[in-house]
């Protein structure tokens, strides 16, 4: 976050890891699974809750999940709708009482 944070950047998105099939990235998933690291549903929402809390708060955020076909994807899919996803982060950081840039510091930027 810390080197997202320095980027002159106005807006990003984040998804979670899918593996779709007929890509490059699914040979090498099914070669070797060890080289990836897919994150769980509630994984996934405890690390980029803390993730925004950090980060620069002039970014917008554009999306914070991903949805591929059910037949396209290789990897364990959440079964969750966009707006299920969204919810749940968005519950997860008022539980944590977190919002965009929380723990952000600009000092870093000038490292």
Not at 70 to 94: F, H, T
């Amino acid at each position: 976050v810390k080197e997202i944070s320095k980027l002159p950047l106005h807006s990003v998105k984040f998804h979670q890891l899918q593996i779709v099939k007929n890509t490059v990235f699914e040979r090498e998933y099914l070669e070797d699974r060890s080289k990836f690291k897919l994150f769980s549903f509630e994984e996934y929402v405890e690390f980029i809750a803390e993730f925004i809390s950090r980060l620069n708060p002039d970014f917008v955020i554009e999306r914070l999940a991903a949805e591929t076909q059910p037949r396209n994807c290789v990897s364990d899919r959440w079964g969750l709708r966009y707006d299920q996803v969204l919810n749940k982060i968005e519950k997860k950081m008022e539980e944590m009482d977190y919002w965009q840039g929380k723990f952000y510091n600009p000092e870093m930027n000038r490292e």
